[in-house]
């Protein structure tokens, strides 16, 4: 078992910038490729930005490219969300996922993860 406890959403005007963290205990973090989706109401959770395990490699979905970078520190079980220049349409519920390894494609789909954190709310204002 792995659990995840995502902190840092909360309201921020557009343009503005949130760091959001995502804290694993449990089983070995640095096993786990870890992923970041967000969801609104009435829409399917999309999937925002993943790593592998090592932090070598990261995926972010179109919209978010040069705005938001996904980190992790395995010393310290944690994942990260580092975003910026943030929009109206960012506003979601954001919450972190932990998979054994994925492929490029794959990662992207969220009934590929294994475990899940409760979500963050992000609320950006115009």
């Known amino acids: 078992q792995v659990q995840l406890v995502e902190s840092g959403g909360g309201l921020v005007p557009a343009g503005g910038s949130l760091r959001l963290s995502c804290a694993a205990s449990?089983?070995?973090?640095?096993?786990?490729?870890m992923a970041w989706f967000r969801q609104t109401p009435g829409k399917e959770r999309e999937f925002v930005a993943g790593?592998?395990?090592?932090?070598?490699?990261?995926y972010y979905r179109d919209s978010v490219k040069g705005r938001f970078t996904i980190s992790r520190d395995n010393a310290k079980n944690t994942l990260y969300l580092q975003m910026n220049a943030l929009k109206p349409e960012d506003t979601a519920v954001y919450s972190c996922?932990?998979?054994?390894?994925?492929?490029?494609?794959?990662?992207?789909?969220?009934?590929?993860?294994?475990?899940w954190g409760q979500g963050t709310q992000v609320t950006v204002s115009s």
């Open positions: 996922a932990a998979a054994w390894m994925l492929t490029s494609q794959t990662m992207r789909s969220y009934d590929q993860y294994n475990y």
């Open positions: 790593i592998n395990s090592s932090g070598g490699s990261t």
């Open positions: 449990g089983r070995t973090f640095n096993n786990f490729l």
